[in-house]
């Protein structure tokens, strides 16, 4: 049996209160077969971030768990932050990661949201592949207004009804925006400048948004500790536009503009497919594939074991 | 509990009759928590290599079921082959691959190689990282002379005693030479050029054996099917000389005698991070470590299910 594996990044609307973070962090580690990777709280944005990976099962019950916990314990009339948001639980994204393809995890996030109506009477919203029209593809269409203009208009307007649920929010923890997408890559390039306005030149060519590469968002800022001029891009779709491919682009439009790429970094947890098909172009590779990966080829050797 | 792994690559005197690596396979597959990730036959070199991964104590005992099981099929006195051998199973070298550490892999071999004794009173040698001198380090010092020879020379010379059992070989499969090594990499370079010659010079100066990179071995052979000659190298330690430093190498040599690269191939498996210490060096990446890749983590976070 090949391993299965998915990843969730569920966000919180609770960055402050380190004892709401526990219990969702609680609620979300007892569950057999999943594991919490990694768990960020910002309290300007007043939201935690939770990387929760296993198999699929047990990532959505993982998953389950702490979105329960935060309509529970987190109240939106008493929350603000920087950061859009339209609920207690914000946002559940089901990433593929290997052996489940994306439309496997379409499915998962559908049930998982008809499962939050169901038990926990909070609507639901789907988003990105998981999105049941166009127009909701788009995260930021989704959140617009937020939870304190959403409410109403999930009340009165036609068009910002929830897919499952309602009419109208819960009165404390809002809507949940259940999704679907690839695995972002959170990649960042310095500049041999302190001069921001190039690294911001550069991101404007680079991204998709500007008529740039397909899947790539980039800005320029300035790394203030080491007077840097940085690239930091999000690569939302890595096997489109992989590693390699961006960083070329960064280093032609850095030389057009006469400065140079001083180093980068890679921001969180990378699938190793990603690196090694930059290293595989690099090394100029012919017979390259993910099957050549050591680890990936024993997880799919070994019985399943709930992993 | 992290995730331990180590790997095995046993290599059995039997390149052709099919019935009997089946059963040597069959043996081997009989452990839950190892899984076979490859096998191959050579009819020429007489040989089979199988390589086993999983829990150390899986690998372990797959590895035992294959080299009885071989002892009990396999009579070196009707065998021949143009690959120097002095086992029925000839070789078996411990890897480790994660989690695992060298000093355990030695361990690891040594209560190996004493129950091979114990149970099929075949003696064994240890070599690589489980030699008990330095003239065992080399395979080749442990395999001189072959079966033909070695079976007298283990009941007369002082000198080529085994390190467990004995004294003499075992009538028919000989003894086992149990070792501990790293991961080896197999690695080749395509040249613009069919002059052998040429892949023959770049070899010599990147090989250690002649002052090149320590943990390179390196030879020039001429690709007939497209007429290309070919650096074809073993990288015995990545961590040491990894596979961009290779291929920079290559390149300089390469550039320096009037050719280019055409292309490289990987051969067989390699650990996600040789391929992403290579892509961390290209991309320029600052913060690169083993601890960024995706399935590592996850790995290290699940509970420990033998595997």
Not at 39 to 66: K, L, M
Not at 103 to 117: K, N, P, Q, S
Not at 137 to 148: H, M
Not at 202 to 208: E, F, L, S
């Amino acid at each position: 049996v090949a391993r299965r594996l998915i990843e969730c990044v569920p966000n919180f609307s609770e960055g402050r209160d380190a004892a709401v973070v526990a219990a969702i962090l609680n609620a979300i580690s007892s569950v057999a077969g999943a594991a919490v990777l990694a768990h960020e709280s910002d309290p300007d944005h007043h939201r935690s971030v939770i990387t929760i990976a296993g198999s699929p099962d047990a990532v959505a019950e993982a998953a389950f768990r702490g979105v329960a916990e935060a309509v529970r314990l987190i109240d939106l009339n008493r929350h603000s932050g920087v950061h859009p948001r339209i609920g207690a639980a914000d946002v559940v994204p089901f990433v593929p990661v290997d052996g489940v393809g994306m439309a496997e995890c379409v499915e998962i996030a559908h049930r998982f949201g008809e499962r939050v109506w169901r038990e926990l009477k909070v609507p639901v919203y789907f988003y990105e592949h998981a999105a049941r029209t166009a127009a909701r593809r788009r995260l930021e269409n989704v959140r617009r207004g937020r939870f304190e203009a959403l409410r109403e208009a999930a009340l009165h307007d036609a068009e910002r009804q929830p897919d499952v649920g309602g009419p109208g929010l819960h009165p404390t923890a809002g809507a949940v925006a259940v999704g679907a997408r690839k695995f972002l890559l959170a990649f960042n390039i310095n500049l041999t400048t302190s001069d921001v306005s190039l690294a911001e030149r550069i991101a404007r060519r680079i991204r998709q948004s500007s008529g740039g590469l397909p899947h790539v968002k980039a800005m320029g800022v300035l790394l203030s500790s080491r007077n840097l001029a940085q690239v930091s891009m999000n690569l939302t779709d890595y096997e489109v536009t992989p590693l390699h491919v961006v960083y070329e682009a960064v280093r032609r439009e850095a030389e057009s503009l006469g400065v140079r790429i001083a180093g980068s970094e890679i921001i969180g947890l990378m699938p190793a497919h990603a690196l090694a098909m930059a290293a595989a172009h690099f090394l100029q590779c012919e017979n390259y594939s993910s099957e050549v990966l050591l680890e990936g080829r024993i997880a799919s050797k070994m019985v399943d074991c709930g992993v």
